[in-house]
C-alpha cells in the first residue's frame, strides 16, 4: 500500500515537473520573442517627413545643418558672439532645425486652436508624428481606442513657456498641461485612446532608445499589446547653445564629425522620431508589416564616473554585452554600429575603445565592424538622436548600403583602432552579405549617464504572394480625406509627390490602403481613372473629370435597393470568389428560394451553362434579391450598418428583409412567388425598357405612340425611367433613343405592366401572399 502511495506520488510530482518545465519554457521564450518594428515616422532638419526623406538625406550624403531659426523669439543678431567666454553668447550660428516646428492642425486631435497655442511643440509633434506611425502600419488611428497600446515618450527639454513675460489671452489655463512633460506622453494616450502605459522618459540625450528599451520590455511582459516608443527636442530658447559655449563643448561650424580627427565639438539639432512595436508573432497573425526586428536592448549607467556628465567606457562596454546576452548573439553576430558619435574630443575617443574592446574582438580583419552617426548628417537631435539612428539602420538594411560618414578627414588619433577590426565609413559601401539576417547596434549615450544600446535585425523575408489571374485591372477608386479643405489639399500634395518618385505602383493596393488604413475625416475627395492626375488636380483645389469631392456631414445611414433592371450578365460572380462574407450569405438565399425555384441561384449567378437566363422575370427578381442581400451582409461586415432602408419593386423586398421586418425565409418566399404570379398574369403582354432620362422628357419622346401602345410604367430617379408596353412600340423607342445617343436598354422581354394586368396581379398576390404579408 504504502509502494502504491508512492508511485502514485512520483507520477503526480513527475507530471507537476513536466508542467513546471514546459511554463518555464513558454515564459523565457516569450521574453526573448523578438520584437517587430511595424512603422516608423519622423521629423529632421533638412526638410525631412518621413523615413523615406531621411534615408535619401543620408544616402546622398546631405548635410543639414544650417542658421539659426527666425520665428522663435531669438535676437539672432546678437545672440552670435565668435568669443566663447562672451555671457549670453553663443559662438555657433547653426545647427540642425525644424523650421516648420511651429505649424500645427490642432483639428483632427480634437484640440482647440487656444489650447494648441498653450501646447509645447513636443506634444504637437508626438501627436502628430503618432498618427502618422499607426497609419503607416495599415491602422486606421482612430479604431484603437480601448486597446492596450502603450506610449513611452522621451522629452529633454520643458522651457516652452519659459519665454513668456505674461500670460497671452485666452490660454490661461492650458499652460500647465501643455508644458507639462508628464502630459506629453499622457497627451497622446488620451487623444487615441489607449490604455496601455504611458511613460515620458527624460534621460537626456539617451531618451528615445530608452523608451525603446521600455516598450520592448513591456511587450514581452504582456503590459501592453502595441507600442510607440520615440522621442523628440525642439529648442523653444537658445540656452543650450549658451550654456555649453560656456564649456566649449560645441564644434565652430555646427557640425558634428564623428571619430575625425578635425572633431571639435558637438552640434545641436531638432527632430521627433516614433516608432511601433509589436510582439513579432502578433506583428504576423494581425498583417502588419516588419520592417525590421529588435533582438535585444539594455540599458545602464555610468555611476560615480570621472564626471557627471563624462562618460564612462567600461560602463558603455558592459551595456553592449547586456544587449547582445539579450539578444543571445555575439560580437561578431553583428555587422554595423550605428554610434553615439557627436564629435566631442572627450566622447569619442573613449566610445570608440568600447567598441573596439568589445564588436572588434573576434572578428576577421576582412570583415570588420562598419561604424558610422547620422550625427553627422542632422545633428545631435538629442532626445530624438537614438531613434534617427534605429530609422537609418532599418532603411539601410532594407536598401543593402551603409551609407557614409560626414566630415571625416581620418580617425581620430585619440583611439588604437589597431587594438580591433573596426572601420569608419568614411564612403557608402555595400552591407555585406554573410548568409545571416543584417544586425546592427545602436547606442545612444545620455548627459544624464544613462545608457542604452539595441540589437536591430533585418525582418524575415516573406514570400511574395503569387498575382492572380484575372480579366484585367477594375476601375480602383482612390478615397482621400482630411480634418479641413487645406488638410485635404496637403494630403493630396503629399500623395502626388509620393506618385512621382515612386516606380510600379499597383493602383488595387493603393486604393486598398487609403481606404482601410486611414481615418475617414469629414473633408473627402474620391479619384477615378487617371489617378495621378485625379490626386493633382485635388492638391491645387481644381475641378476635373474623375473626381468628386464632398464633406461628410452628420446623420443616419439609409441603404436603397434598385427594382428590376439593375442586373447585369456576370453580376456577383468576382464577388462570389473574394468575399467570403458575401458568398455566405448567398448561400443562405439560395437554401431560402430552393423551395420555391427549379434552378439554381448560384448557376445563375455564375452564368453557367444550362442554368435559365436573366431575361426571365421569375429569374431576375429573385437574382437580384439575394444579391442585394448579399451586398448589404458585405456592408454590415465592415461595419457600415443602415439607419434606414428603401427599396422599389423586389428592392422592396430586400429592403423589408435587411430591416428585419421579414426574415430571409419569408422574404426568400415572397420574391419568388411574386415575380412568377408577374410571368402569369403578364406574360405575352409585351416588354419593358429603362430609359436614363429624365419622366417629363420620357413622356413627350414616346406620345407617338399613344399611351394604348406604351407608357411610363416606373420613375426610378431624376433620370431614370421604365417604359412599358408592346414589343414593336419599345422597339422603335429603343431605336429612336439610339438615333440620338441615349443609353436605353431592354430590362425585361414577354411581358409589361398595364393597369388592367396590373389590378388582376394584385389580386393573385394578395392569396398568394396573405400567410405572410399580415405577419409582417
Not at 155 to 183: C, N
Not at 499 to 519: E, F, K, N, Q, Y
Not at 668 to 685: M, P, W, Y
Not at 706 to 718: D, K, L, M
Request: with cysteine; hydrophobic share 45%; proline share 5%.
Amino acid at each position: 500500500m504504502n509502494e502504491d502511495k508512492l508511485r502514485d506520488y512520483l507520477k503526480r510530482a513527475t507530471a507537476d515537473l513536466r508542467q513546471a518545465r514546459r511554463r518555464l519554457r513558454e515564459v523565457e521564450e516569450q521574453n526573448q520573442e523578438p520584437i517587430a518594428i511595424v512603422a516608423m515616422s519622423c521629423r529632421y532638419p533638412g526638410g525631412v517627413r518621413t523615413p523615406e526623406d531621411l534615408w535619401r538625406l543620408v544616402a546622398d550624403g546631405t548635410d543639414a545643418i544650417a542658421g539659426f531659426p527666425a520665428d522663435r523669439g531669438w535676437d539672432v543678431e546678437s545672440l552670435y558672439d565668435a568669443d566663447p567666454d562672451s555671457a549670453g553668447s553663443s559662438y555657433v550660428s547653426e545647427g540642425g532645425f525644424l523650421y516648420d516646428a511651429a505649424r500645427f492642425d490642432p483639428a483632427p486631435f480634437g484640440i482647440s486652436p487656444r489650447e494648441a497655442l498653450a501646447m509645447d511643440p513636443h506634444q504637437r509633434l508626438l501627436l502628430e508624428t503618432s498618427w502618422e506611425a499607426f497609419e503607416r502600419a495599415g491602422i486606421d488611428p482612430t479604431s484603437l481606442r480601448g486597446s492596450r497600446t502603450a506610449v513611452f515618450a522621451g522629452v529633454m527639454y520643458h522651457d516652452y513657456t519659459a519665454r513668456l513675460d505674461s500670460v497671452p489671452e485666452g490660454v490661461e489655463g492650458f499652460l500647465g498641461t501643455g508644458s507639462s512633460g508628464s502630459i506629453a506622453s499622457g497627451r497622446v494616450a488620451y487623444t487615441f485612446g489607449l490604455e496601455g502605459p504611458a511613460v515620458t522618459v527624460d534621460t537626456a540625450c539617451s531618451s528615445s532608445l530608452v523608451t525603446l528599451h521600455l516598450a520592448v520590455q513591456a511587450l514581452r511582459a504582456g503590459e501592453c499589446t502595441m507600442a510607440l516608443a520615440g522621442g523628440v527636442t525642439v529648442m523653444a530658447t537658445p540656452a543650450t547653445f549658451t550654456e555649453f559655449s560656456r564649456q566649449r563643448g560645441l564644434a565652430a561650424d555646427g557640425r558634428c564629425k564623428p571619430f575625425a580627427a578635425a572633431a571639435d565639438g558637438t552640434g545641436w539639432g531638432e527632430g521627433v522620431g516614433m516608432l511601433l512595436v509589436e510582439r513579432l508573432s502578433d506583428a504576423q497573425r494581425n498583417g502588419h508589416p516588419v520592417l525590421a526586428v529588435i533582438r535585444g536592448s539594455a540599458i545602464n549607467q555610468d555611476g560615480a564616473s570621472n564626471g557627471l556628465t563624462a562618460p564612462n567606457g567600461p560602463s558603455q562596454q558592459r551595456v553592449i554585452h547586456q544587449a547582445l546576452t539579450n539578444a543571445r548573439l555575439t560580437t561578431a553576430e553583428v555587422d554595423v554600429v550605428e554610434a553615439h558619435g557627436t564629435g566631442t574630443t572627450l566622447g569619442d575617443p573613449i566610445e570608440a575603445q568600447a567598441l573596439l574592446a568589445t564588436y572588434g574582438q573576434d572578428r576577421s580583419a576582412d570583415r570588420p565592424l562598419l561604424l558610422g552617426s547620422i550625427k553627422s548628417n542632422i545633428g545631435h537631435t538629442q532626445a530624438a538622436a537614438g531613434v534617427a539612428g534605429i530609422i537609418k539602420m532599418v532603411e539601410a538594411m532594407r536598401h543593402g548600403v551603409v551609407p557614409k560618414t560626414l566630415h571625416l578627414d581620418e580617425p581620430t588619433p585619440h583611439v588604437d583602432w589597431e587594438a580591433g577590426a573596426v572601420s569608419l565609413i568614411g564612403e557608402t559601401v555595400p552591407w555585406p552579405q554573410t548568409g545571416a539576417p543584417r544586425r546592427a547596434g545602436v547606442s545612444s549615450f545620455g548627459f544624464s549617464g544613462t545608457n542604452a544600446h539595441v540589437i536591430v535585425e533585418q525582418a524575415p523575408e516573406v514570400e511574395a504572394a503569387e498575382p492572380e489571374a484575372g480579366s484585367g485591372m477594375p476601375v480602383v477608386p482612390w478615397v482621400l480625406s482630411g480634418k479641413s479643405a487645406g488638410a485635404l489639399r496637403g494630403q493630396a500634395e503629399r500623395l502626388s509627390g509620393w506618385l512621382a518618385g515612386a516606380a510600379g505602383v499597383d493602383p488595387l493596393d493603393v486604393g486598398w490602403s487609403l481606404a482601410s488604413t486611414r481615418a475617414g475625416l469629414d473633408h473627402r475627395a474620391v479619384v477615378f481613372g487617371d489617378h495621378a492626375a485625379g490626386v493633382s488636380a485635388v492638391a491645387s483645389g481644381a475641378l476635373t473629370a474623375g473626381v468628386v469631392t464632398g464633406s461628410a456631414v452628420g446623420g443616419k445611414t439609409a441603404f436603397v435597393f434598385p427594382g428590376q433592371g439593375s442586373q447585369w450578365l456576370g453580376m456577383a460572380a468576382e464577388l462570389l470568389e473574394s468575399s467570403p462574407v458575401f458568398a455566405a450569405r448567398v448561400d443562405e438565399c439560395a437554401k431560402a428560394l430552393e423551395p420555391f425555384t427549379d434552378w439554381s441561384l448560384v448557376d445563375v449567378l455564375r452564368g453557367v451553362e444550362g442554368a435559365p437566363s436573366l431575361d426571365r422575370v421569375d429569374v431576375v427578381q429573385p437574382a437580384l434579391f439575394a444579391v442585394m442581400v448579399s451586398l448589404a451582409e458585405v456592408w454590415r461586415a465592415a461595419g457600415v450598418r443602415p439607419g434606414a432602408v428603401i427599396g422599389h419593386s423586389q428592392g422592396e423586398i430586400a429592403a423589408a428583409c435587411v430591416a428585419g421586418i421579414l426574415s430571409l425565409d419569408d422574404a426568400a418566399r415572397v420574391v419568388a412567388l411574386r415575380s412568377q404570379a408577374i410571368g402569369r398574369v403578364l406574360a405575352g403582354l409585351g416588354g419593358m425598357v429603362s430609359v436614363p432620362l429624365p419622366a417629363a422628357e420620357v413622356r413627350e419622346r414616346i406620345s407617338t405612340w399613344g399611351e394604348q401602345r406604351i407608357s411610363v410604367a416606373a420613375v426610378n430617379g431624376p433620370s431614370s425611367v421604365v417604359v412599358s408596353g408592346e414589343v414593336q412600340a419599345l422597339e422603335e423607342l429603343l431605336a429612336s433613343c439610339e438615333a440620338d445617343g441615349v443609353r436605353a436598354k431592354r430590362i425585361a422581354v414577354d411581358y409589361a405592366s398595364h393597369s388592367a394586368q396590373v389590378e388582376l396581379l394584385r389580386e393573385e398576390l394578395d392569396t398568394l401572399l396573405a400567410p405572410i404579408v399580415p405577419q409582417a
